[in-house]
Every structure is written in C-alpha cells, then in structure tokens.
T-cell receptor, first 111, second 115 residues
Framework: KNEVEQSPQNLTAQEGEFITINCSYS?????LHWLQQHPGGGIVSLFM???GKKKHGRLIATINIQEKHSSLHITASHPRDSAVYIC?????????????FGTGTRLQVTL | GAGVSQSPSNKVTEKGKDVELRCDPI?????LYWYRQSLGQGLEFLIY????????KSGLPSDRFSAERTGGSVSTLTIQRTQQEDSAVYLC?????????????FGPGTRLLVL
C-alpha cells in the first residue's frame, strides 16, 4: 500500500462543476502539499497545509490531521483547471523536508 | 526574480553514456531537491542538499546516480552508464531554509530519453 493515496485517479467534469480530490496518507507528516502539473510538465505549488483550511481564489484545501486525510476543492471549475493534481506529504528530517507523492489525479474540465 | 532553472530541457542519449543535468535554485534558497518522474509513475525523491549538512542520498536508485552542489548554489545530477529505465523527467526544486513547513519551488524539469 502506498504511503499516499489519491482518489479519483481520473476525473472529468463540466465547466462550472464543484470538484473534490481526496488524499489519504499513512505516515506522520510535518505538512501536506497540493501541487498542480499542467501538460508540458511544469509543477506549481498550490497549497502547503499543516492544519485546518486554506483558500486561494476558487481553490480550497483542507486537512484533518487525526484522520490523515486532505481534500482539494475547486469551485466553479473551468477548462483552464485541467491538469494533474498531486498530493505530497512532507517528512521533516531535521535538516530538510522530504516529499512523498501521490500518483496524481488527472482532471479534465470540458465546456 | 528568476525561478528555479534547469538545463538542458531535453536530453537524448545512448545507452551506456554518462549525462549531467544542471539545476540553478532560486537565489538565497539553501535547500535543493532532486526528484524523478518516470512515464506512468509518480514523482519520487532522489536526493536533497541543505546548507552545509551532508546530503540525503537515500532516494538515489543506484550507484550510477550521483549529485553535487557547489558553493551552496548550483547542483549537478550525474547519471553514469545510462540505462533505458533511466528515461524520465528529472525535476529540481528549492526552498528557502528546508524547514518543516515550506513551499518548494519546482523547476521546469529535464526530459531525459535513453535510447
């Protein structure tokens, strides 16, 4: 079993739909990251969470430390949101944070 | 105000040859990470450098892989005697201090193809 599990693996939505991507992890973490990877490969950090909830524009990320679960929500989805969304958990080693990644959720938003 | 840069952006090599991949982190960032994304697989950690601490090499898949960071800035990932399974996108990231709750900033990656 992977240390970081994401669901769903693939998701197709129509423009305007509310989208939820889930991430569960089985190890202790110092933080959880949500990343976005567009076709062409560039990775952008969306959120870094250690507790509670964060919001940026139409994106909302939540984390429940006790349940070892995080969700990424996209409100009023748009075709430009089409990308792979990756959950990554950080383990702090005392000198730096090592990331372990989920396999990603491929989102396609259609008109 | 440049971000993380990597070179080359693409590299095609023949099996058995050595390759060097370069990463320029964001200026002032003391932590530098290398990751690999193989086709059909997720991202995996390879190695990190933080300041003057010994690098964490625990993710390097074999002794053909090595990395160095000179002067606390630029890093080079070297793959010796490349194999076809080394074909992947190699990503570099940096963060300010390597702290427990820091954003990592990713470079555009080097796409390596071993023929």
């Amino acid at each position: 079993k992977n240390e970081v599990e994401q669901s769903p693996q693939n998701l197709t939505a129509q423009e305007g739909e509310f989208i939820t991507i889930n991430c569960s992890y089985s190890v202790g973490i110092s933080a959880l990251h949500w990343l976005q990877q567009h076709p062409g490969g560039g990775i952008v950090s969306l959120f870094m969470l250690s507790s509670g909830k964060k919001k940026h524009g139409r994106l909302i990320a939540t984390i429940n430390i006790q349940e070892k679960h995080s969700s990424l929500h996209i409100t009023a989805s748009h075709p430009r949101d089409s990308a792979v969304y990756i959950c990554a958990v950080a383990a702090y080693t005392g000198t730096a944070s090592k990331l372990t990644f989920g396999t990603g959720t491929r989102l396609q938003v259609t008109l | 105000g440049a971000g993380v840069s990597q070179s080359p952006s693409n590299k095609v090599t023949e099996k058995g040859k050595d390759v060097e991949l370069r990463c320029d982190p964001i200026s002032g960032h003391t932590a530098l990470y290398w990751y690999r994304q193989s086709l059909g697989q997720g991202l995996e950690f390879l190695i990190y450098f933080q300041g003057n601490s010994a690098p964490d090499k625990s993710g390097l898949p074999s002794d053909r892989f090595s990395a160095e960071r000179t002067g606390g800035s630029v890093s080079t990932l070297t793959i010796q005697r490349t194999q076809q399974e080394d074909s992947a996108v190699y990503l570099c990231a940096s963060s300010l201090l390597g702290g427990r709750r820091e954003t990592q900033y990713f470079g555009p990656g080097t796409r390596l193809l071993v023929l």
